[in-house]
Each structure stands twice: as structure tokens, then as C-alpha cells.
């Protein structure tokens, strides 16, 4: 940015947005951070209703809005409709996040760029129409291909109206974008076979800030320490992340009733939240899996600590076509920047755990195979865990740190504004 007279101003819509003091993924709060250093004004414009804890944790009844600074990051969180479950108060939710958007978009300097970020399609298409009306430069970023993916979770049925619409909704948003940044690294192929010139497509994956692993402790009053220090001595298996469909933690449950038998001294740490959790919670008490312990999510910048606990992390997905077109999920990275080995249950056209050396891969939904790559690593020798968890931390150092993510992103835009 060195040289310019004015700031360039960017916009990103993207209703789920968190900020670092939240449970979640903190994609854009990092990228926006890495914008700012380099001498942007990013201005993130999110729910104040929270969607995992179905509340609102950053704005009240009746405010309309509240603005907040993180690190030189502005947040602007619009007071959406109230939900608890995927039902006709979720499409209030969103619809009213658009129409916020659109009411209070003036109160702030107009943008140079705006990226508008699905997985629903309001913010995108809010994004697009206020691009249009400033003049600005407009980046679609697909987080998820939506609706590809809900029909492949049998979700949706592909001829169903819905679906229709969401594909026609899609394809426009690429035509419209003068960019896609995409977070899967086969998207391309995907998109492209929609018609879209592949030119447009740039991948930027998750990524992981290295600052919050280095050198963190936990809290001894939190839960999660607490938790730990009653099973001191037990070989700790960490799971944290969402507890939703399609992360497949079935097949940890039926893994832990197994493993009861096998090796007593192995205990399971369920760390998040999710519509399954309550089911799952369940599900292990009537397998008498008493060496599952479930947890509430912690917030991001808490994430290193509590992994840095642990001996071993899970990685699991359940059987989808989707994967074909890769993965690019936060808690992989944020896993590998911990420096402990993982086992990953699931298939994907990326096998990152593979391509790192950080850990074993077996087939999803394979209780089996889970214990028996759990005891591999247990029956390790120290260096050799050790070994395979520095293998992690250098693979996201290299191809995942947040620092190197931004950098590229601050490349997409210079074009776009150049071009």
C-alpha cells in the first residue's frame, strides 16, 4: 500500500463473522488484521446473534448496531432476528441481516473494495448491489459450495426449488465477482465447469495465526484445565471443534466404547457445541462411555492452550462427494500449529495430515480403525510423537501461516484496483 494517498477502504460482508474473543473461526478478523498492517481500513460487517450459542452476544434487542475495534479491525454488528433452530426464524435471520445492512451501510466511508463472503447468499448479493452503487471493485469469496454441499449431505434435493434457486443465485454471483476467492483447492475445477473463466478463481485456504501457540497456558480455573487435571496420568484425546452432521463423531463414540475394552487409560475430550452435541452426549451414555468427557467450545485466542494440552488431536469427516473438491477446515491447522499429532478419520482429494507428516489417516466411519491408529500413536516412542507433531507446525508455517495468507490477499486486491 506504500505510495497511496488515501487508504484503501475494504468492506466484508459476512454474517457469521467473529472477533477473537468468540468460540470459531477467525478467518476474516485475521485477514483483516493482516490488511491493516499493510495499510488498509477493514471493516467487518456481522451478526450481533450469535449462531452457535443461538443469543446475542454483541448487540442487544432494539440497538441496531454496535461498533467495536479488534487490533485495527473495525467490527459493525447489526442486530439480526432471533433463532434456535433451521426453521422460518433462520431465513428472518438472514433476511434481516441484508436489510441492516443495507439501512446502515451509509454511517461509514464508502469502500474501494467490498468482499462479500457466502455460505448464505444475502450477504454476497447485498455486497454486489452496494459494489455497484459506489462504484467499488466486488470479490466473491465461497467459504463452501453452497448448495452443492447441502445437496450432497442430502440436505436439499438437487431438483428441489430451492436448490434451483441456489444454483441460479451461484452462478451469477461467480459471473458478477471480478475475483472468487475460494478456500477449497479443487474448487476451481468445480467452478469452472459452471462456465467461469478459472482466471477469476484464487485460492486462499484457512489459515492459522502462529501467535496464539506460542508460549500459552491455560487457565487453571477454566473447564477445560479443570477437566484435565482430573484425568491427569490418561493419555488425553482432544476433539474441539463443531459437534454438527457432517464431522462424523459417531464414529468417536463408538470408538471410545471400543477402546474401554482395549486401553482404559485413553480418555476423550469433546471441546465445542453444535446441533449433534446433545444427541452425541446421549449416544455415549447409552454406550456407557464413560471416558468421554463433552466440553463447552472456548474462545479462539484460548484454542492454543487447550490443545497444547493434549496427546493426541482428532480429525473427523464423514463420507461426502463433496471432498472431492479438498478441505480447508480451521481446526485442521489450528491442530497442526499445536504441534501434536493427529489422526485424521476421513477422505478428501487433500490429505493434509498426509502431506504434513503430522499423523495417521484412516477410512471415516470406522470405529475400528480409529482405536487401532489411537494406539499406534500411544505405543509410539515420545521423540517419535514429538517428531510427528513438529512435522505439523512446519507444514502450516509454510503453506497456512495467517502472515502468508494476507500477504496474498492483499495481492488479489492490487490487481483488482489496478487492473
Not at 476474516?28 to 443461538?54: C, M, N, P, Q, W
Not at 433463532?83 to 474501494?112: A, I, T
Not at 462424523?248 to 487409560?265: C, K, N, R, S, Y
Request: proline share 5%; hydrophobic share 40%.
Amino acid at each position: 500500500m506504500a505510495g497511496r494517498e488515501k487508504r484503501c477502504t475494504v468492506w466484508l460482508f459476512n454474517h457469521y463473522a467473529i472477533s477473537p474473543d468468540m468460540p470459531g473461526g477467525t478467518r476474516h478478523f485475521d485477514l483483516g488484521r493482516e490488511l491493516v498492517k499493510r495499510g488498509y481500513e477493514v471493516t467487518i460487517f456481522a451478526s450481533g446473534f450469535d449462531h452457535v450459542t443461538h443469543s446475542y452476544v454483541k448487540t442487544k434487542p432494539g440497538e441496531g448496531l454496535r461498533v467495536g475495534n479488534y487490533d485495527g479491525v473495525r467490527f459493525v454488528w447489526l442486530e439480526t432476528f432471533p433463532y434456535q433452530r433451521n426453521d422460518w426464524r433462520r431465513v428472518l435471520n438472514m433476511l434481516s441481516y441484508g436489510f441492516n445492512l443495507w439501512r446502515h451501510h451509509r454511517k461509514f466511508e464508502p469502500p474501494d473494495i467490498i468482499i462479500g463472503s457466502s455460505m448464505h447468499p444475502i450477504a454476497p448479493l447485498v455486497g454486489w448491489w452496494l459494489a455497484r452503487k459506489y462504484g467499488a471493485r466486488f470479490l466473491f469469496e465461497v467459504r463452501d459450495l453452497w448448495p452443492q454441499t447441502a445437496v450432497d449431505m442430502g440436505a436439499m434435493k438437487e431438483t428441489s426449488l430451492m436448490a434451483k434457486l441456489l444454483y441460479t443465485w451461484e452462478k451469477f454471483m461467480y459471473q458478477k465477482a471480478e475475483k472468487i476467492i475460494v478456500l477449497l483447492p479443487n474448487a476451481r475445477e468445480y467452478i469452472a465447469g459452471k462456465g467461469i473463466n478459472p482466471e477469476k478463481i484464487v485460492w486462499i485456504p484457512n489459515g492459522v495465526d502462529l501467535r496464539r501457540f506460542d508460549g500459552k497456558k491455560l487457565d487453571p480455573s477454566s473447564a477445560c484445565a479443570k477437566a484435565f487435571a482430573e484425568h491427569r496420568g490418561k493419555f488425553k484425546v482432544v476433539y474441539a471443534g463443531a459437534h454438527g452432521p457432517a464431522n462424523g463423531l459417531d464414529t468417536v463414540v463408538e470408538a471410545a466404547a471400543l477402546m474401554l475394552q482395549v486401553d482404559p487409560e485413553i480418555h476423550f475430550f469433546l471441546i465445542g457445541d453444535g446441533p449433534e452435541k446433545e444427541r452425541l452426549m446421549k449416544r455415549a451414555q447409552e454406550k456407557n462411555a464413560f471416558n468421554i468427557i463433552f466440553l463447552d467450545p472456548v474462545p479462539k485466542n484460548e484454542v492454543g492452550a487447550v490443545l497444547g494440552e493434549s496427546d493426541l488431536l482428532l480429525f473427523c469427516l464423514r463420507t461426502l462427494d463433496v471432498y472431492k473438491y479438498g478441505i480447508s477446515l480451521n481446526k485442521l491447522y489450528d491442530y497442526l500449529a499445536s504441534s501434536k499429532p493427529v489422526v485424521m478419520a476421513g477422505q478428501a482429494v487433500n490429505q493434509v495430515v498426509e502431506e504434513a507428516g503430522a499423523g495417521l489417516v484412516v477410512d471415516p466411519e470406522n470405529p475400528e480403525a480409529l482405536v487401532r491408529a489411537i494406539l499406534q500413536i500411544k505405543q509410539m516412542p515420545p521423540e517419535e510423537r514429538k517428531r510427528l507433531g513438529d512435522n505439523g507446525r512446519k507444514y502450516v508455517e509454510k503453506y497456512h501461516s495467517i502472515e502468508v495468507l494476507g500477504e496474498k490477499l492483499s495481492q488479489v486486491i492490487t490487481e483488482v484496483l489496478q487492473n
